[in-house]
T-cell receptor, first 113, second 112 residues
């Protein structure tokens, strides 16, 4: 099976802009989670989607949002970008249960100038 | 916030030696997972250990879990230069769903 794919792999934006990142889970996986990784804060959970519904949400401002489509593909959006949003954004997928192994994609590296 | 703390933060060993990394966490868990990350790339899943398990093996990896001490360890035996990476533990806590809380990671360098 193909692994989790994320597009784009690299992105450069300026402050105030918005960005949309995409994640395609492993075929058959219905849960998609998003994480932000920065040198200062480490890996932090953003949100999880399951069957097109947000099931969990981390402690991030409302500028961070996401959605999931009927084919389980997911997108996350960050509006009004700030310098501190520069990070590696990782997507993970798992089957339809909970507390299962999550498989991560290669990530999207976002640089905000 | 990070639930786990990993110890040591960095570890440098020679090829062929064993590497041990420790992880402590704060809340009750259903399972604990270990991941490897090579130089800012995606996370590779290594092993999952459930709260009712005490030890698990996978190839050169051995993971232990002590829920009474809220700690876990990852042992890599006969390390190779290709094992050079950052290693993270992640716990699911008691949330509904797949939210993981990660430790700060251990940076392992294996010198040839």
């Amino acid at each position: 099976k193909a692994g989790v794919t994320q597009t784009p792999r690299y992105l450069i934006k300026t402050r105030g802009q918005q960005v949309t990142l995409s994640c395609s889970p492993i075929s058959g996986h219905r849960s998609v989670s998003w994480y932000q990784q920065t040198p200062g804060q480490g890996l932090q959970f953003l949100f999880e989607y399951f069957s097109e519904t947000q099931r969990n949400k981390g402690n991030f401002p409302g500028r961070f949002s996401g959605r999931q489509f009927s084919n389980s593909r997911s997108e996350m959006n960050v509006s009004t970008l700030e310098l501190g949003d520069s990070a590696l954004y990782l997507c993970a997928s798992s089957l339809d249960g909970i507390q299962e192994t999550q498989y991560f994609g290669p990530g999207t590296r976002l640089l905000v100038l | 916030s990070q639930q786990g703390e990993e110890d040591p933060q960095a570890l440098s060993i020679q090829e062929g030696e064993n590497a041990t990394m420790n992880c402590s966490y704060k809340t009750s868990i259903n399972n604990l997972q270990w991941y490897r990350q090579n130089s800012g790339r995606g996370l590779v899943h290594l092993i999952l250990i459930r709260s009712n398990e005490r030890e698990k093996h996978s190839g050169r990896l051995r993971v232990t879990l002590d829920t009474s001490k809220k700690s876990s360890s990852l042992l890599i035996t006969a390390s190779r230069a290709a094992d050079t990476a950052s290693y993270f533990c992640a716990t699911d806590g008691d949330n509904a769903g797949n939210m993981l809380t990660f430790g700060g990671g251990t940076r392992l360098m294996v010198k040839p």
